[in-house]
């Protein structure tokens, strides 16, 4: 109950593309929901986050999308370009933090 | 500001035996948190302080991981013995944890290898 799903395990685009993946939870205590970035040899670095009182979130090129109901999260990002190309978690928490939890990450490969 | 800071950067050692890391948590945080992620995985949270005192150690192999934070700054790792299943990156990470900011800020970690 406290996993994150994630999909697909990995992705590849072309410039200009749009990336989407997908999440998925099960517990209905999670409140944050978050989508992080990880470059080779870094350590993961907050992308974009929403609350579940909101369906949608957009922060330049990328948006979070929101399903409460079907317990479901995505991000999608415009205009994909080389330099997005990183390991993507979403994650989940609670309480302020409490069980921060991640999923099983997306590599994205966005061609030139 | 600085960021997560952690030491050594990369340490390879032979099963059994033991091994520390360190983790400086950015200036002013409480929160501070310990990751342990596998190649091609997400990180799994290994132990979560809150200050000084542990919130959360469910998934920390006790028998052979301990963590403490002492002044509820700085924090050690230490795994002894070691064993080949825990070769993987060991990420600290630090947040204010206020309703207003939820914010993981991650170190670039501890790359372990347990030969």
């Known amino acids: 109950q406290q996993q994150v799903k994630q999909s697909p395990q990995s992705l590849i685009v072309q410039k200009g593309g749009i990336s989407i993946i997908n999440c998925a939870y099960e517990?209905?205590?999670?409140?944050?929901f978050p989508w992080y970035q990880q470059f080779p040899g870094k350590g993961p670095a907050l992308l974009i986050a929403?609350?579940?009182?909101?369906s949608e979130k957009k922060e330049g090129r990328f948006t979070i999308s929101f399903n409460k109901s079907a317990k479901q999260f995505s991000l999608h990002i415009m205009d994909s370009q080389p330099g997005d190309s990183a390991t993507y978690f979403c994650a989940a928490s609670m309480d302020y933090g409490q069980n921060f939890v991640f999923g099983p990450g997306t590599r994205l490969s966005v061609l030139p | 500001e600085a960021g997560v800071a952690q030491s050594p950067r990369y340490k390879i050692i032979e099963k059994r035996q033991s091994v520390a890391f360190w983790c400086n948590p950015i200036?002013?945080?409480?929160?501070l948190y310990w990751y342990q992620q596998i190649l091609g995985q997400g990180p799994k949270l290994l132990i979560q302080f809150q200050n000084n005192g542990v919130v959360d150690d469910s998934q920390l192999p006790k028998d052979r991981f301990s963590a403490e934070r002492l002044k509820g700054v700085d924090s050690t790792l230490k795994i002894q013995p070691a064993k080949l299943e825990d070769s993987a990156v060991y990420l600290c990470?630090?947040?204010?944890?206020?309703?207003?900011?939820?914010?993981?800020?991650f170190g670039s970690g501890t790359q372990l290898s347990v030969l």
């Open positions: 929403i609350r579940p009182d909101v």
């Open positions: 990470a630090s947040s204010l944890l206020d309703r207003e900011n939820e914010k993981l800020f």
């Open positions: 200036s002013g945080h409480a929160t």
């Open positions: 517990n209905t205590a999670f409140d944050y």
